[in-house]
Each structure stands twice: as structure tokens, then as C-alpha cells.
Nanobody, 125 residues
Framework: QLQLVESGGGLVQPGGSLRLSCAASGFTLGSYTIGWFRQAPGKEREGVSCISSIGGSTKYKESVKGRFTISRENAKNTVYLQMNSLKPEDTAVYYC??????????????????WGQGTQVTVSS
């Protein structure tokens, strides 16, 4: 079956770092555009970052630029989100998602077909 599983979340102090992993099974992740989304308490789900399947171009939510890095390791069928300099406002459940491959990516959740169950990231002192 097709599955995406996020891991790597947890509790971290402001300024700390986490690396989230999104492992795919049942399909070749490298053929898909991958997005990271998050949903904070009381807020709508929002796009954080995405990476295209063709060319590997990336996009980031403005507030995470320079702090987060999305990457993929196709040999492991895994996409990562390295999060540095974390802030309390980064607290959310983070989801990875896979959509149809494309040259460019967009963080529009309706474009993504497969979703993981999410991993909690809490940034707090």
C-alpha cells in the first residue's frame, strides 16, 4: 500500500533544531513533488516547503526561509525537512505529502495526493 510516514518531531527549545523525515513506501517518492505542511493550534494548514520531482527546485514559506531546508534522498525513498533556529510559532503538526511530479512545486494542499499522519513539533522553553 501507499504510505508516507513522518518522524523526527518532538519538543525543542527556541533556537534549536530538528530534522523531520518523510519515508515513503509503496511508491517511488522521487517521482513525486513533495510538500511539507503544518497545522498549528487554531490555524489553518499551511505550506512550509516543497521540492519538485523534476529538477529539484524548492520553495519555502517566507517565515522559514533561511531556517528550513528541504531535501530528498531518493535511495532511501525519503524526504527531509531540516529545521534550524526554531521559533515558538513553528509549533505545529507537520505533514509530508506527495503530489504529481512537476518541474516546479506549489504549496497548495489540494495538489497533493498522499499524506502522512503528521509529527508533532513543539518549540517551547
Amino acid at each position: 500500500q501507499l504510505q508516507l510516514v513522518e518522524s523526527g518531531g518532538g519538543l525543542v527549545q527556541p533556537g534549536g533544531s530538528l530534522r523531520l523525515s518523510c519515508a515513503a513506501s509503496g511508491f517511488t517518492l522521487g517521482s513525486y513533488t513533495i510538500g511539507w505542511f503544518r497545522q498549528a493550534p487554531g490555524k489553518e494548514r499551511e505550506g512550509v516547503s516543497c521540492i519538485s520531482s523534476i529538477g529539484g527546485s524548492t520553495k519555502y514559506k517566507e517565515s522559514v526561509k533561511g531556517r528550513f531546508t528541504i531535501s530528498r534522498e531518493n535511495a532511501k525513498n525519503t524526504v527531509y525537512l531540516q529545521m534550524n533556529s526554531l521559533k515558538p510559532e513553528d509549533t505545529a503538526v507537520y505533514y509530508c505529502a506527495a503530489g504529481v511530479g512537476s518541474i516546479d512545486c506549489d504549496m497548495i494542499y489540494s495538489l497533493y495526493r498522499y499524506w502522512g499522519q503528521g509529527t508533532q513539533v513543539t518549540v517551547s522553553s
